[in-house]
């Protein structure tokens, strides 16, 4: 009979193949995926800002919370689809941890996923202010401006924990759908913890690629510098923290690590 989830410790070795895998993709496969990655994201920005205008004027939490339940779908087709968000891969500091992939293979993915990734989310942000979804004064492009307000006016120290914690559910996101061995469980893993970082407001960086310049076409009044100092970056250090460091590394420490040195050990006994 076969395992319909892996357990932790597995999910663990799953996670640093994968990294591998990541790591020696060809560069532009890593940068059209990327893009690819973007564009997923970002419609469900769309999708979320969609149904928030709907509902704000009736109930603010509600708005937030149904909002929050169509923004996972840019997740889920990142990971049955196919694509490379940069966020999720930060899980890859465990291969890195354990010496399967080098730091220069790590950042070079990183980069070239994390350019892909602004590509394809300012190609929708454009792409939906011209054809009409955020006219002037309308219902959708006065609630693309309040999310811009609130992500503008938050500090950059807030920023950085706001998306500390942002990623640690995306993360946990994407290491609980590799544990998943159908699409079903991989569509429940993710659903919840995007949702919940969503709904409470969290900063996620690649999104932000999307909803700040969403505003901007649409004529908020922010400049690409002030994005990119004032929340963008910010979002991303938070998000290398809260998934290269805590998520990753912590279960490195937990599951690989102490496997790790038993290997070892019986390889020196073995040896003697």
């Known amino acids: 009979m076969s395992k319909l989830f892996l357990a932790p410790g597995e999910i663990a070795e799953s996670t640093i193949n994968i990294g591998v895998k990541k790591a ?6 890593m940068l059209v995926l990327g893009i690819l990655a973007g564009l997923y994201i970002a419609f469900g920005g769309h999708a979320d800002i969609t149904i928030m205008q709907t509902f704000s004027n009736i109930d603010p939490g509600l ?5 929050a339940a169509v923004f996972p779908v840019g997740l889920l087709l990142v990971i049955v689809a196919g694509a490379e968000l940069f966020t999720g891969n930060c899980l890859m500091t465990m291969a890195l941890s ?3 992939i080098t730091i220069k293979q790590l ?3 990183w980069v070239l996923v994390y350019l892909g990734n602004f590509i394809g989310s300012i190609i929708l942000a454009a792409a939906v202010v011209f054809v009409g979804s955020y006219k002037t004064g309308s219902p959708m492009a006065e609630t693309a401006f ?3 307000t609130a992500k503008m006016t938050a500090s950059v120290a807030q920023i950085i924990v706001k998306g500390i914690f942002c990623n640690i559910l995306v993360c946990l996101a994407v290491w609980m759908s590799f544990g998943a061995q159908d699409i079903t469980s991989k569509a429940v893993a993710v659903w919840f913890p995007v949702m919940t970082f969503v709904m409470v407001g969290f900063e996620h960086s690649i999104a932000n690629m ?3 310049p969403l505003a901007k076409f649409a004529g908020y009044n922010v400049s690409w510098a002030q994005m990119l100092l004032h929340n963008i970056i910010p979002a991303t ?3 290398i923290i809260g998934g290269a460091v805590i998520v990753s590394l912590l279960y490195y420490l937990v599951y690989i690590l102490p496997q790790r040195k038993a290997e070892s050990k019986e390889k ?3 040896n003697a």
Do not use: Y
């Open 24 to 29: 020696n993709n060809s560069s532009i496969n």
């Open 63 to 67: 708005a937030k919370f149904l909002g």
């Open 98 to 100: 354990d010496k399967k």
């Open 268 to 270: 020196e006994g073995s």
């Open 237 to 239: 250090i938070g998000n």
């Open 210 to 212: 999307f909803f700040l």
């Open 146 to 148: 309040s999310i811009a």
């Open 107 to 109: 950042l070079k993915n």
